[in-house]
């Protein structure tokens, strides 16, 4: 099989986040890109500049991913930023708790959040700023109020929400304008898809998490594989292609340190799939 790698993102189309950022669809997702010294640190560098030198003008991080390292990583490789990049990044969780992290998004918390991810990414404003958990011993109001204060003062662009159902966006969007969710969503895991369906019916940006997780280990009889071998393509790329054909709202930011792969998962903005394929990866959607 021939992987596609002709590296357009643009190709899968555009999508104007809070009707300020018009982006291409096919983003990068930063969490994977290793944040310590040396060899790594300077191939990571590299593939984030690549993945803008190739037209990528969404790239998501967190405070989480590295508890800040991976939001300097990028800062260190991309600043200072082109005009049409949108880096978002995520707060509310913070270090503590058995499992090493804890909810976190108590007004006085979040501010604090983001304060530090703003020196971190060395910018007075994020453009996007993604409330990364809801937090359960905090009413909704009070967090997106405490965002839609920090947006007030220019510290951030847009609001953004993490891993919410149906209800919780309807109920953050009764303080505050939403201008994306980002909930994980493939081919073979649609859980959040009222949460999708709600995006698309406000015109609300929707950033998949874990878009291509279900190729790994396929089996080769598979629908998916099926596919992915009538198209030249990889099954990553078809699960992008698919994500792509859902809907004009999804946003997807496949994520990766090596540059093969950064190419090979943009090349999946050049495929288009036919009714009959799309039919064929939703039957076979349960047997990955």
């Given amino acids: 099989m021939t992987s596609r790698t002709s590296n357009t993102p643009g190709a899968a189309g555009t999508f104007s986040v809070g009707g300020e950022y018009r982006v291409n669809r096919l983003g990068f997702g930063a969490m994977r890109l290793?944040?310590?010294?040396?060899?790594?640190?300077?191939?990571?560098?590299?593939?984030?500049?690549?993945?803008?030198?190739?037209?990528?003008?969404?790239?998501?991080?967190?405070?989480?991913?590295?508890w800040g390292a991976n939001e300097e990583l990028l800062a260190e490789a991309l600043h200072p930023y082109?005009?049409?990049?949108?880096?978002?990044?995520?707060?509310?969780?913070?270090?503590?708790?058995?499992?090493?992290?804890?909810?976190?998004?108590?007004?006085?918390?979040?501010?604090?959040?983001?304060?530090?991810?703003?020196?971190?990414?060395?910018?007075?404003?994020?453009?996007?700023?993604?409330?990364?958990?809801?937090?359960?011993?905090?009413?909704?109001?009070?967090?997106?109020?405490?965002?839609?204060?920090?947006?007030?003062?220019g510290k951030i662009?847009?609001?953004?929400?993490?891993?919410?159902?149906?209800a919780q966006l309807a109920e953050a969007r009764r303080t505050a304008e939403i201008a994306s969710v980002q909930n994980r969503y493939n081919l073979f895991d649609r859980e959040y898809e009222p949460v999708l369906e709600a995006c698309e019916a406000a015109g609300i940006a929707f950033l998949p998490w874990r878009p291509v997780a279900a190729a790994t280990g396929s089996d080769p009889s598979s629908a998916l594989a099926a596919v992915a071998a009538e198209l030249g393509a990889t099954g990553p790329q078809v699960l992008l292609a698919w994500l792509l054909d859902r809907s004009p709202v999804v946003l997807p930011i496949p994520g990766?340190?090596?540059?093969?792969?950064?190419?090979?998962n943009l090349a999946a903005g050049d495929l288009r799939l036919t009714d009959s394929r799309r039919r064929l990866l939703d039957r076979g959607a349960d047997r990955p």
């Fill in 157 to 166: 662009g847009h609001i953004g929400l993490s891993e919410v159902t149906a």
């Fill in 82 to 153: 082109p005009d049409e990049l949108l880096i978002t990044t995520k707060v509310g969780v913070v270090r503590g708790g058995p499992e090493g992290w804890a909810y976190d998004a108590r007004p006085e918390s979040l501010r604090e959040q983001v304060e530090e991810g703003l020196r971190r990414l060395r910018t007075e404003r994020v453009g996007l700023l993604q409330l990364h958990r809801i937090d359960p011993k905090v009413p909704v109001a009070e967090q997106v109020g405490a965002l839609r204060d920090l947006q007030q003062e």
């Fill in 256 to 264: 990766t340190a090596s540059l093969a792969h950064l190419e090979e």
């Fill in 34 to 66: 290793p944040t310590g010294p040396g060899a790594e640190r300077e191939a990571a560098v590299t593939v984030a500049r690549r993945a803008v030198e190739l037209g990528v003008t969404l790239i998501d991080t967190a405070h989480l991913y590295g």
